[in-house]
Nanobody
Framework: QVQLVESGGGLVQAGGSLRLSCAAS????????MGWFRQAPGKEREFVAA????????SYADSVKGRFTISRDNANNTLYLQMNSLKPGDTAVYYC???????????????WGQGTQVTVSS
């Protein structure tokens, strides 16, 4: 079992930045691929970014490529998402996730946090 707790969400103006964090506990953090998904009201949960075990391999949704950066600190069991140049369309609940499989589908991940709200005002 892995427990995931997100933090760092909030309200920001368009063009601003936020850094999300995800603290993991339980089984060895470095054993899991990690990712961020988001869900806006009335929409399905969508992939945002993922990082493999060591952090050297990453993947991003086209909508965030060049603006968001995913990273992990295996020594401190923490996952990050640096979000720059935020847009109103980035408004959503952001979820941290972990799993043994690599992929951009939510079915690739076994463990999910409770989510943190990000709101971008225009």
């Amino acid at each position: 079992q892995v427990q995931l707790v997100e933090s760092g969400g909030g309200l920001v103006q368009a063009g601003g930045s936020l850094r999300l964090s995800c603290a993991a506990s339980g089984r060895t953090f470095s054993m899991y691929n990690m990712g961020w998904f988001r869900q806006a009201p009335g929409k399905e949960r969508e992939f945002v970014a993922a990082t493999a075990l060591s952090g050297r391999l990453t993947s991003y949704a086209d909508s965030v490529k060049g603006r968001f950066t995913i990273s992990r600190d295996n020594a401190n069991n923490t996952l990050y998402l640096q979000m720059n140049s935020l847009k109103p369309g980035d408004t959503a609940v952001y979820y941290c996730t972990a799993g043994p499989r690599w992929g951009i589908a939510n079915t690739a991940y076994d463990y999910w946090g409770q989510g943190t709200q990000v709101t971008v005002s225009s």
